[in-house]
């Protein structure tokens, strides 16, 4: 019973309390890139998933298995594998879909939400509790970008999902579809996840610079800020 409680808890929290778009702010160019419709931004959550959710699998499966020296190389291997297999089946099953994406389909890849997970999460526990983080987590992913999409491209384009809406298309807001667009839409759904994780008693998500980032341990950019600091604080004891 307990791990069923963990398990749903595990699923759920990347819905809400931690949507990696959201509450995160993780993979934050696809999310901005892909969301003038409502057909492209569920096509890049859904192909996001399949590579979250398997990824976390076998890098979960393998982590005893893999050197520590060389997990992070191994994790992209992992993910590239899933990333080409997907982009794959689209190209053969819905070119459109694939022509929509470009290059952001492939850039799967580097997706911080994925390589975020399997650092922080798949790493470490097993195979079961990561394929259920992997698909809360891309189910909060999708979720994000659906609302962008609705919101951008009924906004925006007139339509909904390529269906013309008749008082909408006559007139739409252009900008709903361009950078300036996304970026306000972003904010505000950010503001409103944030004030409904708050009303639940989550703590407001904040962006904190490197130590906020599942990579910051393994990061030398950040081992090499420590060590500044670490050469700062001796200078001031030695000069005191």
């Keep these: 019973m307990a791990e069923k409680k963990s398990l749903g808890k595990e699923f759920t929290k990347g819905i809400l309390a931690e949507n990696p778009t959201l509450r995160l702010v993780l993979g934050t160019c696809p999310t901005l890139a892909t969301t003038t419709s409502v057909t492209s931004a569920l096509g ?7 590579v979250l ?11 005893k298995v893999i050197p520590d020296k060389v997990r992070i190389p191994a994790y992209v291997v992992v993910i590239a594998s899933f990333v080409t297999i997907v982009q794959m089946l ?23 939400i994925i390589l975020g997970r399997a650092e922080a999460f798949a790493s470490k ?7 259920v983080d992997g698909l809360g987590m891309g189910v909060g992913f999708t979720a994000a970008l659906f609302l ?35 970026f306000f839409v972003f904010g505000v759904l950010m503001a409103t996840v ?13 962006l904190r610079g490197c ?12 081992k090499r800020e420590a060590e500044c600091e670490n050469i700062s604080e001796e200078s001031k004891e030695a000069v005191s």
Aim: aromatic letters at 4%; glycine letters at 8%.
């Design 125 to 131: 526990n097993p195979v079961l509790a990561s394929a």
């Design 148 to 182: 962008m999409g609705a919101v951008r491209e009924i906004l925006g384009a007139g339509s909904f999902a390529g269906i013309s809406i008749s008082f909408l298309s006559s007139n739409p807001m252009l900008i709903f579809i361009l950078p300036p667009g996304g």
């Design 53 to 63: 959710v398997c990824s976390n699998i076998v890098i979960s499966a393998l982590r």
């Design 211 to 222: 130590e906020a980032c599942p990579m910051a341990a393994s990061c030398k950019l950040n």
């Design 90 to 112: 689209v190209k053969a099953f819905a070119p459109e879909l694939d022509e929509q994406l470009g290059v952001y389909l492939p850039l799967i890849v580097v997706n911080c």
């Design 194 to 206: 944030n004030r409904i994780a708050e009303s639940r008693g989550k703590p407001r998500a904040e």
């Design 44 to 50: 890049m959550g859904v192909a996001a998933s399949v």
